[in-house]
Antibody
Framework: QVQLVESGGGVVQPGRSLRLSCTASGFTFRTYAFHWVRQAPGKGLEWVAVISYDGTKTSYAASVKGRFTISRDNSKNTMYLQMNSLTSDDTAIYSCAREMGYCSAGSCYSLDAFDIWGQGTMVTVSS | QSALTQPASVSGSPGQSITISCTGTSSDVGHYDLVSWYQQHPGTAPKLMIY???KRPSGVSNRFSGSKSGNTASLTISGLQAEDEADYYC??????????FGTGTKVTVL
């Protein structure tokens, strides 16, 4: 079935790094853009980053720009989030989400919404 | 990239209609018809309810509807049911290939 599974979370000290993975199954991974969204304990959703279907376009929230890097490997149906210089403000559940879209007549189009979500992986930044 | 503003809580009795507002700026909600809404029950992943301001994905009840006027988008739930009790978030595309979520609204069915 269509699903996204995150991995790589854990407890890390402030200033250290962590890499998250998001592995997809059940659909054609290479035709979709993907996002990372985080949710701090008891707080709301925060958009983190996006990567286009072919990896040529990326964008980040101001809160993580310059510290986080989003990437993907279409041969492995996997997306990544490299997180550097972590602080306690980065403590959250990190979820990957597929950007809704469709393909027609050989072209693919985005609908700028998130239709498939993973269950998330917890990242705790603490000394 | 400030969060879109939503009321912290909205409540209603079964069968009633409620509306959740989502206020942004002329750089996001007011500029693009790319507002989406998500329902999140405790401990679960968000579920897409509305995209492109007014469209419902397949499988979403027609009790859920979306609209927009100026910098404010709205989600209306009609015929409120116990299962609608959840947190709701709006989201908008913004300038420069960015996205911003709303602050979230807790819906309580009385």
């Amino acid at each position: 079935q269509v699903q996204l599974v995150e991995s790589g979370g854990g407890v890390v000290q402030p200033g250290r790094s962590l890499r998250l993975s998001c592995t997809a199954s059940g659909f054609t991974f290479r035709t979709y853009a993907f996002h990372w969204v985080r949710q701090a304990p008891g707080k709301g959703l925060e958009w983190v980053a996006v990567i286009s279907y072919d990896g040529t376009k990326t964008s980040y929230a101001a809160s993580v720009k310059g510290r986080f890097t989003i990437s993907r490997d279409n041969s492995k149906n996997t997306m990544y989030l490299q997180m550097n210089s972590l602080t306690s403000d980065d403590t959250a559940i990190y979820s990957c989400a597929r950007e809704m879209g469709y393909c027609s007549a050989g072209s693919c189009y985005s609908l700028d919404a998130f239709d498939i979500w993973g269950q998330g992986t917890m990242v705790t930044v603490s000394s | 990239q400030s969060a879109l503003t939503q009321p912290a809580s909205v409540s209603g009795s079964p069968g009633q209609s409620i509306t959740i507002s989502c206020t942004g700026t002329s750089s996001d909600v007011g500029h693009y018809d790319l507002v989406s809404w998500y329902q999140q029950h405790p401990g679960t992943a968000p579920k897409l309810m509305i995209y492109e301001v007014t469209k419902r994905p397949s499988g979403v009840s027609n009790r859920f509807s979306g609209s927009k006027s100026g910098n404010t988008a709205s989600l209306t739930i009609s015929g409120l049911q116990a299962e609608d009790e959840a947190d709701y978030y709006c989201c908008s595309y913004g300038h420069g290939y960015t996205y911003v979520f709303g602050t979230g609204t807790k819906v309580t069915v009385l």
